[in-house]
């Protein structure tokens, strides 16, 4: 790192979330002098006070190491921008109403930064953005005479593990010239192992597409239970025929919930890039999006829900994890309160003041509707006397006798 020049190694703009706050934890943990640049003061608080804002694997110890030694630095407010040669920005391009992307969080971001850059940084985009950002950012920063190099060089971890995937996955790097290029090998060499470089266009699309394809796996294998469902077919023993012992099956997720705040955005990027011609990235949302509704309809075989309570296991986005944002939990919760006496809503992990005990929720529930598949619902005893919708395949079946 060149400590000729910048006093510190990497800024991580938007460094307190999900995605930035693991990055500066491996950074600051590998070696490098790095700087957490947030707007949300009570999360800069926090983390400055040795308090992870959310769960991931190993942040707690790695955390208060860090800050121990020095090596990472936590702050509101911009100042510290000029003194870091690498510029990691945590800001990507979310869908509109209309799933359309938007860039206006990543133009505001530039311009509050704009008197604060200076030649000779490198900015890398570490977010997902729609294809083409990285140019429109290289076009602006050489427009307003700065010699910075632009990069592209997207996540590709799973939320909880970041910091373990960080040193096992191979990471994709982009840039516009060699040099740079150079530049952000040497950094994630600090803690990568192996990587993947192509063009910042190349890149953009490598994401897009890796999110895209999983959603529309997803998509598939949850059509398929709808189908299987809707004709009073016990998909999960489809699903054991598919893959028992068949390697060409071996790679079939199971159905479930797919949301959270990458995968249909992704998709949706992509359909905004092909002038809305990606057929089966539309479809593939309104299948996952349409799963909440067919359950509620399964539900509704055994006897009317008017009357009923019901409750939802799990609010969050995916297994062992406190992330809500949306979980398309929240959305089978709008459409039950259209449907039942009362709903009620637990999860082990989640912040929700609307939560409820899981204790009150298998004591008052009529009908229970498996949302998030937390491990702590696989260790549940078998439930008896309710309607259970498991779509996940999550709880341990009464055996006959019960």
């Known amino acids: 790192m060149d400590s000729q020049i910048f006093s510190q190694d990497v800024c991580v703009i938007g460094g307190g979330g999900h995605v930035g706050l693991p990055f500066a934890l491996i950074c600051a943990d590998s070696g490098l002098r790095t700087v957490i640049y947030d707007v949300d003061r009570n999360r800069v608080e926090q983390i400055r006070a040795g308090v992870m804002p959310f769960c991931e694997e190993g942040a707690e110890e790695m955390l208060t190491r860090v800050l121990a030694s020095g090596r990472l630095v936590v702050e509101d407010q911009p100042c510290l921008i000029s003194s870091c040669r690498f510029l990691v920005m945590i800001i990507g391009t979310p869908v509109d109403e209309h799933l359309n992307p938007t860039f206006g969080a990543i133009d505001r971001a530039l311009r509050a930064a704009r008197e604060h850059l200076r030649d000779g940084q490198v900015l890398i985009l570490r977010s997902t953005v729609f294809p083409g950002t990285s140019q429109r950012i290289q076009r602006f920063l050489d427009a307003a005479g700065l010699r910075i190099q632009v990069a592209c060089c997207p996540e590709r971890v799973a939320q909880g593990h970041s910091l373990r995937e960080f040193r096992e996955l191979p990471q994709i790097l982009s840039s516009f010239d060699d040099e740079a290029l150079a530049a952000v090998r040497e950094l994630f060499g600090r803690f990568a192992r192996d990587f993947v470089e192509m063009t910042p266009a190349e890149a953009e699309l490598c994401k897009l597409m890796t ?55 992704d998709t949706m990027q992509l359909a905004a890039f092909s002038h809305n011609h990606f057929m089966l990235g539309h479809s593939a949302m309104l299948v996952n999006e349409g799963l909440p509704s067919h359950l509620i309809e399964l539900a509704r075989r055994d006897g009317d829900l008017a009357a009923a309570t019901v409750g939802i296991l799990g609010m969050a986005f995916k297994a062992e994890s406190d992330d809500s944002r949306d979980s398309l939990a929240y959305k089978l919760r709008k459409l039950l309160v259209l449907e039942a006496r009362q709903v009620l809503c637990t999860d082990p992990f989640v912040r929700d003041p609307g939560l409820v005990p899981l204790e009150r929720v298998l004591a008052e529930s009529d009908v229970l509707f498996v949302a998030t598949p937390h491990a702590a619902y696989r260790r549940l005893p078998p439930i008896t006397g309710k309607r259970v919708i498991d779509v996940w395949s999550c709880l341990q079946k009464p055996s006959l006798s019960q």
Do not use: S
């Open 211 to 265: 999110n895209a394809w999983r959603y529309i796996q997803f998509a598939t294998v949850n059509q398929f239970y709808m189908l299987a469902t809707a004709h009073g077919v016990d998909f999960e023993r489809i699903l054991h025929g598919c893959r028992h012992e068949y390697p060409r099956m071996a790679g079939m997720p199971g159905p479930g919930f797919a949301a959270g705040p990458c995968l249909v955005k």
